[in-house]
T-cell receptor
Framework: DTEVTQTPKHLVMGMTNKKSLKCEQH?????MYWYKQKAKKPPELMFV???????INESVPSRFSPECPNSSLLNLHLHALQPEDSALYLC?????????????FGAGTRLSVL | TQLLEQSPQFLSIQEGENLTVYCNSS?????LQWYRQEPGEGPVLLVT?????EVKKLKRLTFQFGDARKDSSLHITAAQPGDTGLYLC?????????????FGTGTRLTIIP
């Protein structure tokens, strides 16, 4: 099983709303990632959690707030977003050891900010 | 900043033809992944190459890692409409702990029936 599950699949929110994206994996992976992908562009790394601790923050605005409640779950809390934040948000996870660079992606959440 | 340039950026060919996509960098990578992504979906891992000069085959797809581990290619034989999608290479920088992948600029492939 190499499944990373993201919910919701689609989300429409206003600029004053607060919402959360969820990601779950049960592969025992200890690194989890959030990416943002705009149309026709490659994914851009936002955050990395390693062993439930934030290890990389790619200078992401504070209106995006990640959270890793446990080794299987990763959340992305959204508040006061801008229309330019509309994108496909991807979650990924990767194992430890010799295959640690291999990232497995979820299907993404398509976010529209009105 | 490490960059991975893919070429061509767009490719549209007839079913049954062969094609090659290139992924080039001036940096050395410890490993390189190829992904295929369909619209509205996440990237799906196709293959990982680790050793310089390594060649891996996945049915009609052949992946090669350059001898110096700076570049890679993907060759598709007898392309089919199901091969349509965005192809992304992604490299793991040498010496890095584990987490950051550098994604290529992408190749959007369309196979015309």
């Amino acid at each position: 099983d190499t499944e990373v599950t993201q919910t919701p699949k689609h989300l429409v929110m206003g600029m004053t709303n607060k919402k959360s994206l969820k990601c779950e994996q049960h592969m025992g992976h200890r690194a989890m990632y959030w990416y943002k992908q705009k149309a026709k562009k490659p994914p851009e790394l936002m955050f990395v959690y390693s062993y439930e601790k934030l290890s990389i923050n790619e200078s992401v605005p504070s209106r995006f707030s990640p959270e890793c409640p446990n080794s299987s779950l990763l959340n992305l809390h959204l508040h006061a977003l801008q229309p330019e934040d509309s994108a496909l948000y991807l979650c990924a996870s990767s194992p430890e050891g010799s295959t640690k660079n291999i990232q497995y992606f979820g299907a993404g959440t398509r976010l529209s900010v009105l | 900043t490490q960059l991975l340039e893919q070429s061509p950026q767009f490719l549209s060919i007839q079913e049954g033809e062969n094609l090659t996509v290139y992924c080039n960098s001036s940096s050395v990578f410890s490993s390189l992944q190829w992904y295929r992504q369909e619209p509205g979906e996440g990237p799906v891992l196709l293959v990982t190459v680790v050793t310089g000069g390594e060649v891996k085959k996945l049915k009609r797809l052949t992946f090669q890692f350059g001898d110096a581990r700076k570049d890679s290619s993907l060759h598709i034989t007898a392309a089919q409409p199901g091969d349509t999608g965005l192809y992304l290479c992604a490299g793991a920088p040498r010496g890095f702990g584990n987490e950051k992948l550098t994604f290529g600029t992408g190749t959007r492939l369309t196979i015309i029936p």
